[in-house]
């Protein structure tokens, strides 16, 4: 298999992420594109993914791109059953924590997180407060949510780790920044829960080595 990921986004931890966790990291041929130089426009990644995105992962005759479904083929193709568990229910449960973070919770902290953050080290300049304050009231809405959720629960499906909390925990690393200004303390076990996922040992080494790391 081959991959092409970066350093710096959170969709691309979450694939290394499950690969480190299912022991098929070393099997992978890992690709870099430098982002900031544009190589993942390439016509090698175009040719694998029109949308010229990492994470993108070839498989034989498959080219996957989209982070949540490729971390399922993982999952699938590994038989990791406790992971990625394939009854009705629990499998129902990971598709909805999957699309509910992509539209709502992962989407509001990505908004707030690219002025706050990213957009600096992108060179685009400083964050625009308007944007930031109407990302934190749909961050708020759905953060409530997951918080509480975790007050019962040490991950998002039970008590045991899966796929779902590498995928609504993406962002953990950038959220957990001081300079997120994401307000953790109004949510004590979303906070807790991203601290026990960053001593994972499987996302542990796929966290950025630094901000300077992070911005190549
Ligand atoms: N929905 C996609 C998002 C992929 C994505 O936006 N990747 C970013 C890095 S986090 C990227 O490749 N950006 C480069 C670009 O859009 O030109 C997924 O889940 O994989």
């Known amino acids: 298999m ?3 990921t ?13 690969l480190h966790h299912l022991g098929l990291y070393e099997e992978v041929d890992i690709r870099r594109p430098n982002m900031m130089e544009g190589e993942h426009r390439s016509d090698e990644v175009r040719a694998a993914n029109p949308n010229m995105k990492v994470p993108t992962l070839v498989a034989g005759d498959m080219n996957l791109w989209e982070a949540n479904p490729t971390m399922i083929y993982l999952c699938d193709r590994a038989g990791a059953e406790d992971f990625c568990p394939s009854d009705l229910k629990t499998r129902f449960e990971i598709l909805r924590w999957m699309s509910w973070e992509v539209q709502h919770y992962n989407r509001a902290l990505a908004g707030i997180l690219w002025e706050t953050v990213a957009k600096g080290l992108f060179g685009g300049g400083e964050p625009d407060q308007d944007k930031i304050d109407t990302e934190m009231e749909n961050y ?21 780790v899966t796929v779902a909390d590498f995928a609504v925990g993406a962002y953990s690393a950038l959220a957990l920044l001081p300079q997120s200004r994401i307000p953790l303390e109004d949510y004590p076990n979303i906070k807790a829960w991203y601290l026990r996922l960053e001593s994972l040992p499987s996302w542990a080494k796929t966290a950025p080595d630094s901000m300077a790391e992070a911005a190549e």
């Open 140 to 160: 708020r809405r759905f953060a409530a949510v997951l918080n509480d959720r975790l007050a019962e629960h040490d991950f998002v499906l039970g008590d045991r």
């Open 6 to 18: 970066s350093k710096f986004s959170p969709n691309c931890r979450r694939v290394e992420a499950v």
């Open 2 to 4: 081959k991959l092409y």
